[in-house]
């Protein structure tokens, strides 16, 4: 029997949207509520596709909720699921545990979360698909839960929920780790995963995908995000569409300069950056990083000034044709193309120094143990990974290291 599922996760229902109130301007009350929208937007579909049932593979919900509206308005939108006759099925993660779960809301019996105990199997009413998941039950889940998860049954359609970081991905912490190997030891026709915020396909025998989140919360998450809606056909193959749902999009905007660059021209390359970025947006808010890159005269008058600018390419931003915000505007310097010069001189011995301390563990660690009084300072207004930088990581002390060169070549007009 064919059928068609929605693949969804990591909603994190009423999460903040990072650093765009921090200016006069901000849509506060859009960035606000921009989770919601996008839950409202995964429902909609849902429907609309005629999709049997919805996996949320974990991270529901933030965490602690401030009070009972956040899941008031999940199970309000939950009903337009029920009308439908569309069932839900969730499995909680480490942001939205069973620790965590608000107790005494009247859930309504098409929402189905998976047991944090034991892990279930439950077959879907009318659909040739059964479905294998477990709840976390604390905040950090460090085994591979499915090690104890049953085989699947040759007679269905096999589909395993899981809140994992798989074998691990650059800025996410490890929970419930699992290798393709175990996961394939299940016999599950398909993988729902949660927790990586970037879709993406680990394998397609069986198929093993991450859906990713279905609203950006920060630069961090760019570009479209949403869910996929999953094809099954009567031989059990698997057709996969994406879905954006994001309601605001965030985008880092690169604009390259080098010493031909008149320092006049950086606004208008700033609202020709912005102005394609709006027309690839579907109508969408956009929330953009400007990021000046290179090094010449026109990088030096940004750097020299970089609040005066910022604001005027705000202004610009205001004549797009979808609501644009700038977030941020941020300076790289990256030295000019060397390779055609001479590999002696006072220049070839300064890259060659600087490259050596980069590569000096001992420096390294002595520059960490100068920024750790500013790291404990740092900590105690913001979190780190986010917006704001560890100045002990030793990536950034390296990139810091690395930006030395092109500030101290000099001679750009």
């Avoid at 919805?54 to 939950?78: H, K, P, Q, S």
Wanted: proline residues 7%.
């Amino acid at each position: 029997m064919a059928f068609r599922f929605v693949h969804a996760a990591d909603i994190h229902l009423d999460s903040p949207l990072l650093s765009l109130d921090e200016y006069p301007g901000a849509p506060v009350e859009e960035i606000r509520l921009a989770t919601r929208k996008a839950l409202v937007r995964l429902v909609d579909f849902a429907i609309e596709s005629g999709a049997a049932f919805v996996v949320i593979a974990g991270d529901l919900f933030d965490g602690e909720w401030r009070d009972c509206n956040t899941g008031l308005y999940f199970i309000a939108e939950m009903k337009r699921l029920r009308n439908a006759g569309i069932t839900a099925y969730i499995e909680l993660g480490n942001h939205d545990a069973a620790s965590r779960m608000a107790a005494g809301l009247p859930w309504p019996d098409h929402i189905r979360f998976f047991d944090h105990r034991r892990p279930e199997r439950i077959p879907v009413p009318g659909c040739d698909a059964t479905l294998y998941s477990q709840s976390f039950r604390l905040p950090h889940v460090d085994e591979d839960l499915t090690s104890t998860w049953p085989v699947g049954d040759p007679g269905t359609f096999n589909i395993g929920v899981l809140h994992t970081s798989a074998s691990g991905a650059p800025g996410h912490e490890l929970y419930a780790p699992c290798s393709l190997d175990s996961l394939r030891s299940r016999h599950y026709q398909y993988w729902a995963l949660g927790h990586i915020h970037n879709r993406m396909e680990l394998a397609r025998e069986p198929w093993v995908v991450f859906s990713g989140n279905i609203q950006g919360r920060s630069v961090r998450e760019c570009g479209p995000r949403g869910c996929y809606l999953v094809d099954v056909d009567d031989r059990g193959g698997v057709t996969l569409a994406f879905e954006p749902l994001d309601v605001v999009r965030w985008q880092v905007l690169p604009i390259a300069v080098d010493g031909e660059t008149a320092p006049g021209d950086l606004e208008a390359l700033a609202q020709d950056a912005i102005e394609s970025a709006a027309a690839d947006a579907e109508g969408r808010t956009l929330a953009v990083r400007i990021r000046i890159e290179g090094y010449g005269p026109a990088w030096n008058r940004a750097a020299g000034n970089v609040p005066a600018l910022r604001s005027r390419i705000r202004m610009l931003a205001q004549e797009a044709a979808v609501p644009v915000h700038v977030e941020k505007l941020e300076l790289a310097a990256h030295a000019p193309d060397r390779s055609e010069e001479p590999d002696a001189g006072p220049m070839a011995d300064l890259r060659s120094l600087i490259g050596e301390f980069r590569e000096d563990e001992s420096l390294i660690a002595e520059l960490q143990a100068e920024f750790a009084d500013l790291k404990s300072k740092l900590q105690a207004s913001v979190p780190l990974g986010q917006e704001c930088v560890d100045p002990q990581d030793p990536s950034v002390l390296r990139e810091a290291l690395a930006s030395i060169e092109p500030l101290l070549e000099g001679g750009w007009q």
